[in-house]
């Protein structure tokens, strides 16, 4: 049954101590079912019939071991809903809605999982539609602790909205160390994009602190809860920017219990050959350029060839001979089905053969055995024809021979790059052989690009992108590989594009993924960034020609501080020993060139920092790169010379976008030189 009413409490001290009971008894009922889980982990290979079922069981317990393990210090729920009389389906019943699904030892549900579908209404309800719902309840907690609870009684109209000191008090909870969930503070808005239909590709454009990440990851464990078994056999994929932010991020899924979910940068999708060398910029931007896709489909295919003379193959007392016509037959048809390369060269093989056997069995009425074809696979004549009319190629191989063959170049590249930029691709010392190249990061994503040409590979039933502003044409096509078949949510916000191809339009980039028509929703309503720092960000919009809608927020608290320092560094540590004064994480943000010097001065203070790939550190202070600070978040935010970060980089502005926009409490920004105009203005 469900968890029996608390209105017959006769005090609110009663009804807490009846909901605190709940959770105690929750608790509890989720160790024994980590108990029974681990029982039958340790036994499984005694129940199991055969040594397959129990390796599956195996795996299946250890996974199911580790979503059922439970953080003393994190809510086991954070809601509850209290139906009215009349609604049709939960009349009278009341439910608690958690990060997980808790049963008791009859298996009746003691939390319910805020992904099933009766929970919806905790995000969804509303005075205007209650939706059956005469009650919600938040709760209030402190390390773990149940100390508080906040009624709305949606049947009486009232309803608190952001007004909530519960939601508040969460939304602005000071953070520490990596991203935390969110599913007690999920917004309608946000609910909807969360719960779209795995069938569905969307593109989220967020301003600053509209939780765009949060909500793609939400929407991966959704989806995993309602397609688990499917999911489980594609796979779910999330692509972040750099290590760092991967790091951040990496608690919040194996807090919602899901624990199977691949992360990788695109560097990682990509890495086929080791990394070794840097581009000049502009011979990266060419080789990110969506052009270059269609130069390495010529390269490939002007390895296809012609047959120029029949083949003769001897077979014992026997010769077997095969055609001009039904050569040029076999290779015209094979080149008009469109297969991967590799694919398409192992059908002319498969049909060169074919032709051999049906031969062979018209002479000895009767089929040769497997190991016949397997020989006649691999006979001279058979594998000359192919190496003359559909070579082997290799990812590496092609994109070499097209650095080091001025002709192979020109031919794939006619009507597609000038000149002067196939020179600027060939460009740059590269080994004798594949093996010997120092290939860059562009290399390997146009390595990739060959290898899809060569071979499909297996795709992940969805994929999440993050910071996708920033993904160039190139890149784009090689995660489109990772999802022909799957949908994908891209999360990402136009000023906030650093690199030099960043998207200007989300539509194109979305068709370079390969998903065209997926629908662009924005979120501009921020509750995380506090609204004096959003507006002072927001004056660099003009400057970023992009038309994205202007943040907004919704938090009036926090606080911003601009200030000339004569003594930047000294300035530096006292604003971090203020900012200590405060719970909460502080980031110092420089641009990547001062970032030593101000750990160093920092550390002579006596204040301990981490840096940003050690987001487990215990130190309070982060010292970031303005280069690394994507995507990231901090309580007081110190940003030391925006002048400086701005010079840094061509498009300066958009990178000191991200970096003011990353305090989720205070900002505090010191310069010596003068402030950029948009920001002086």
Known sequence: MPAPRLEDATTLDGELLAERTHLDTSRAALSRMRERAESLFATGDKVAGDAYTAEQLGRHMAR??????????????????????????????????????????????????????????????????????????????????????????????????????????????????????????????????????????????????????????????YLLYLHRERLRRSGVLIVGPNRAFLSYIAAVLPALGEVEVEQATVEDLVARVPVRAVDEPAAAALKHDIRMAEVLRRAVDAHIGTPSEPIMVSDGSFRWRIGLDPLHRVVAETRAEGLPYATGRDRVRARVVGLLQRQAEARRAESPSDAWLRRMSRIKPVTELLDTVWPALTPDGLVHLLRTDADALATAADGLLTVEEQELFRAGKVGRTPKATRWTAADAVLIDEVAGLLERAGGFGHVVVDEAQDLSPMQCRAIARRSEHGSITLLGDLAQGTSPWAATDWHESLTHLGKPDAAVVPLSVGFRVPAAVVAFANRLLPALAVDVPAARSLRHDGSLDVRTAEDLTAATVAEVRAALAYDGSVGVIAADDAVDRLRAALADAGVATATVDDVEAAARVTVVPATLVKGLEYDHVVVVEPAAIVAAEPRGLHRLYVVLTRAVSRLAVLHRDPLPAPLAA
């Open 64 to 221: 199911r071991v580790k979503e059922l393990a439970d953080d003393p210090t994190t809510p086991l729920f954070f809601g509850r809903l209290d139906f009215g009389e009349t609604d049709p389906d939960h009349a009278g019943r009341d439910y608690h809605v958690g990060r997980r699904h808790v049963t008791d030892e009859l298996g009746e549900p003691l939390v319910l999982d805020w992904r099933a579908p009766v929970s919806r209404s905790f995000y969804r309800a509303s005075a205007r539609d209650p939706q059956g719902v005469a009650v919600r309840r938040r709760f209030g907690f402190s390390s773990g602790v149940l100390t508080s609870f906040e009624d709305e009684h949606l049947d009486r109209g009232e309803e608190l909205g952001t007004a909530s000191r519960i939601l508040t008090a969460e939304i602005e909870r000071p953070r520490v160390g990596p991203m935390r969930d969110i599913v007690a503070t999920i917004q309608p808005e946000q609910d909807e994009l969360v719960r779209a239909d795995l069938a569905d590709s969307i593109c989220v454009q967020g301003a600053p602190g509209t939780g765009k990440t949060a909500v793609g990851l939400h929407r991966a464990a």
